[in-house]
């Protein structure tokens, strides 16, 4: 069963960086794209930033330019570089496999709380 492991959020002044990482197990890390999503409270979850399993990587235009994702296969972990935070980036952040429509796994980790906040 695949498990999702989700670290790294904190209290951040508007502009500062965080690093999050997630490490994975249970399931064959290396062949999939991997992605990060947030939801902040009352919205939806939404897609953030994925890589590919060649390293190709995406981002959503209201992030671009500011964070960046990256993998480590031999860590099983998957890694979002958090730069220029602002405001309105404070939700709980999350790992999982995008999907055309959705993501792969429905079992969720804890997820990461990011506060963005003077």
């Known amino acids: 069963q695949v498990q999702l492991v989700e670290s790294g959020g904190g209290l951040v002044q508007p502009g500062g960086s965080l690093r999050l990482s997630c490490v994975v197990s249970?399931?064959?890390?290396?062949?999939?794209?991997w992605g990060w999503y947030r939801q902040a409270p009352g919205k939806q979850r939404e897609l953030v930033a994925t890589?590919?399993?060649?390293?190709?990587?995406s981002y959503a235009d209201f992030v671009q330019g500011r964070f960046s994702i990256s993998r480590d296969n031999a860590k099983n972990t998957v890694y979002l570089q958090m730069n220029n935070l602002k405001p309105e980036d404070t939700a709980v952040y999350y790992c999982?496999?995008?999907?055309?429509?959705?993501?792969?796994?429905?079992?969720w980790g804890q997820g990461t709380q990011v506060t963005v906040s003077s």
């Open positions: 890589v590919t399993n060649g390293g190709i990587t």
């Open positions: 249970g399931t064959l890390f290396r062949i999939n794209a």
């Open positions: 999982n496999v995008p999907r055309t429509i959705g993501w792969l796994y429905d079992s």
